[in-house]
Structure formats: structure tokens, C-alpha cells
């Protein structure tokens, strides 16, 4: 696991949309949809520069 305060949120983001392919759901737009998620979190914090 990645040793970042933000870690569990972003996991958890993963995890939903991992659940979600799983389920029978696009899995490209899930994933981006997570990963743009992700993407503001780490903004929000700082970890990744605007």
C-alpha cells in the first residue's frame, strides 16, 4: 500500500469501481471515472500540483 495520508480514500474509490466492473459495468469508464476521482483527491491534498 502507498504510504500517503490519502491512500484510504483513493482505495476506496478503486475498490467501488474494481465492484462495479465486477458487476457487470464498463470497466474503461469506471476506471477513469476512479482514476479522475483519484486525480482530485491527490489535487485537493496538495500531492499533485495544480
Known sequence: MPQIAE???VGD????AIA???AGGDV????QG????????LTRSG???R
Do not use: F, Y
Open 34 to 41: 476512479a482514476a479522475d476521482q483519484a486525480t482530485r483527491v
Open 20 to 22: 462495479e466492473a465486477a
Open 7 to 9: 491512500w484510504p480514500e
Open 13 to 16: 474509490l478503486l475498490s467501488a
Open 28 to 31: 474503461r469508464e469506471l476506471m
Open 47 to 49: 500531492c499533485i500540483a
